[in-house]
Structures are given as structure tokens and as C-alpha cells.
């Protein structure tokens, strides 16, 4: 199962739609023309539509499959006694001396530069289910990092 947010979701289904009505239908007619071309065996340019056409056809397929399989999670129905998806939280990194501040998001809506991690990565997976006053190490790529939880909102 999937979580995302109402917006999460509308953006998704807009990334589905421009895919299947709009990318689709363009590389379509680039198929269509370099069909036009004439021999098939020995043109690169319809042999490279027709692969954009496969890759665009499997990406719609995986994300049909996460829309059907994802749940609209609402803000006003998150506890703040524990970190769940679409907490926000703020962090103290010891390690670096920082304070952080992160949304818990899903994979789908996840942009670091905004703040929002998805719950997923190997920060997200750490946070989750910590109180505030925790303090833990978590190990990402470049190695481990301690935390600890300074305060969680929704």
C-alpha cells in the first residue's frame, strides 16, 4: 500500500494523464512517420520510437499500478505522539551539529529540496515511529549519523 496526499495523487494522475494522452501520442506519430520511411530492418529511427514507445507504455503501466494500489492519507487525521507519513518533523543531526526540519512523504511526492523525504529512504525509514526526545543513528551512504527528534507537527 501506498500513501500519498491529496495533492500527491492529483499530480499523479496529471503525470498519467500527460503521459498516456500527450507523450504517448507524440511518439506514436514519430512511429507513424518513421514507418513512412520505408524498410523497417534498417531504420534506426523507427527502431528508436518503438523502443520509446515500449518504455513510455511500461512506465504508464507502473504508474497505474501505484495509483491503484495507493491511499489518500488526510493531514487532519495525523497524531503528532509518534513520526507517521506527512508528520513534519524537526531534527537535531549531532554529528554535523544541524537542526533539519523534514515532511515525511511517500516516494512519489518526495523533493529534498522542499523538505520532504520519503518514507522510503534510509532518513525517512529511521524517523518513523520515533518521540520526540529520541536519539538514535541512522546509517545512510556516507555513513552513520545520530538524531534526535526536537519536535513533530502534522
Known amino acids: 500500500m501506498n500513501y500519498v496526499t491529496e495533492e500527491g495523487m ?4 496529471k503525470k498519467l494523464y500527460d503521459m498516456k494522452h500527450i ?4 511518439i506514436l ?5 518513421a514507418r513512412k520511411l520505408g524498410d523497417l530492418k534498417e531504420n534506426g529511427d523507427y527502431k528508436a520510437a518503438r523502443e520509446d514507445l515500449s518504455r513510455i507504455d511500461i512506465r ?9 494500489s495507493s491511499q489518500i492519507i488526510s493531514r487532519d487525521k495525523i497524531k503528532n505522539n509518534v513520526i507517521r507519513m506527512l ?12 537542526d ?7 516516494q512519489a511526492e518526495a523533493d529534498p529540496i522542499e523538505g520532504k523525504i520519503s518514507a522510503d529512504s534510509p532518513i525517512g525509514k529511521g ?3 520515533k518521540k520526540v526526545g529520541d536519539r538514535f543513528m541512522i546509517t545512510i551512504p556516507i ?4 538524531f534526535e527528534i526536537l519536535e513533530i507537527t502534522s
Do not use: C, F, M
Not at 29 to 33: I, K, L, S, W
Open 60 to 68: 504508464i503501466g507502473e504508474l497505474e499500478n501505484y495509483i491503484a
Open 10 to 13: 492529483k499530480d499523479l494522475v
Open 87 to 98: 508528520n513534519k518533523v524537526k531534527i537535531k543531526d549531532h554529528t554535523r551539529n544541524k
Open 29 to 33: 506519430d514519430r512511429v507513424n512517420e
Open 143 to 146: 555513513g552513520e549519523i545520530e
Open 23 to 26: 507523450q504517448r501520442a507524440e
Open 127 to 129: 524517523l518513523l515511529g
Open 100 to 106: 533539519l526540519e523534514y515532511t515525511i512523504v511517500s
